[in-house]
């Protein structure tokens, strides 16, 4: 995931780009490696022209390790009418 952020971060280098950060707070997610109690992130990358590619990102960050549970990808570059769209998740865990 943060080798696709980077190659989006490069393709914006000469472009105005902001980034916005927000959490979305405390929630659960039952996933098959069970139930966590987590802290809902949102991390998006808005280019100032809209036609340089963008991208969201959604972590779910379980409170107990501290470590991303689910994470979904978005990104998006207009010019080459292309799209990507990513989800991952926690499937088991071993104490």
Known sequence: MIARILALLA????????????????????LSSGKWDVQKLSLKFVPGDDKQPSAHNDFEIAAKFGLAVRVRTFADI???????ESSRELIAIKP
Do not use: R, T
């Open 78 to 84: 207009p010019e080459k009418h292309l799209s990507s």
């Open 11 to 30: 393709a914006l280098a000469d472009e105005a780009v902001s980034v916005e950060f927000s959490g979305d707070g405390p929630a659960q997610a039952s």
